[in-house]
């Protein structure tokens, strides 16, 4: 792969972005080498995303790729970058975007699809496509809208202004600032690959299930999952632990 390299720190996979002569402008191609790391990511519990460089995470998506688009050229790449983010959200294992830098258009749409956002001092998020006479097509309208509200998120994709580190926490867009904020990601990717694995991923799903959902059905979808927790192993072993007074050895099954 030219821009995607994925490493293994024990149960944890990091995905570094790395394309730094564009800031880790997303392209097409780098997209499908993002899509197909997604599906290679072996026995991982969490993912920690980044991008290469002391000044990007994700730039946006590719302005000198998408300025001589015509239509139908623009919606197969939105299409394409959507179907993307889709699968990134839907994954089964908790993801950690540590936003080290730019965050802008595509790259805070990339980063709103990922479970948690941890972002360093020098960390700017915004989606700017409005200065650039286009509208966020990553999902950027849905997801800001979900993850800090529809009010404050319609300030920012109406002006398209930067947001600093500071700010991203103050409203909700990132969980906490952290000086060393790849080792932060990590040390919560560890954290979440120590419970039992199957648990971590049946309650990610219930909490993607339950998304837009009303209370009800996203109860009714919560009540299964935590039946299907009682199918195993990890179940046994976490409540056997506990009633030992010892650490539980979980398997992920
Ligand atoms: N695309 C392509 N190249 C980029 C880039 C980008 N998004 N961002 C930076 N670069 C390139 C610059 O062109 C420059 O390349 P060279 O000139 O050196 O060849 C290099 O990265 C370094 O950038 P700067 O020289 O500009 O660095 P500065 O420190 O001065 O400024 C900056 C950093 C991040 C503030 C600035 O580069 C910047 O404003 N970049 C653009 C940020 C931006 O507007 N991002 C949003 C992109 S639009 C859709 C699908 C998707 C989207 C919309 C619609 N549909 C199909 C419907 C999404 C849109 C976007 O994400």
């Known amino acids: 792969m030219n821009y995607i390299h994925v490493e293994h720190r024990g149960s944890v996979a990091i995905l570094t972005i790395s394309r730094p002569k564009a800031l880790n402008a997303l392209n097409t191609e780098l997209l499908q080498e993002f899509s197909t790391a997604l599906d290679s990511l072996g026995e991982a519990r969490a993912l920690v995303i980044t991008g290469a460089g002391e000044k990007a995470f994700v730039a946006g998506a590719d302005i000198a790729e998408m300025r001589d688009f015509r239509s139908v050229e623009a919606v197969d790449f939105a299409a394409r970058g959507q179907r993307t983010l889709e699968k990134l959200e839907a994954l089964a294992i908790p993801t950690i975007a540590a936003v080290n ?13 990922c479970d948690l956002i941890l972002c360093s001092p020098q960390a700017v998020f915004g989606l700017p496509e409005v200065s650039l006479g286009v509208i966020p097509g990553f999902g950027g309208t849905q997801r800001l809208v979900r993850r800090i509200g529809s009010h404050r998120a319609r300030e920012l994709i109406f002006t ?10 103050a409203i909700g867009l990132a969980l906490r600032q952290e000086a060393d904020v790849l080792s932060a990601a990590l040390a919560l990717g560890e954290q979440i690959a120590a419970n039992g694995p199957v648990a971590v991923r049946l309650a990610k799903r219930a909490v993607l299930d339950g998304d837009g959902a009303d209370l009800r059905s996203g109860q009714l979808a919560e009540r299964n999952l935590f039946g299907l927790c009682f199918a195993t192993a990890d179940q046994k072993e976490g409540m056997g632990a506990f009633l030992e007074r010892r650490k539980a050895i979980f398997q992920g099954q």
């Open 160 to 169: 398209g202004r930067r947001v600093k580190a500071e700010e991203a926490v």
């Open 101 to 113: 830098g730019f965050a802008l258009g595509g790259g805070c749409e990339l980063a709103l699809a």
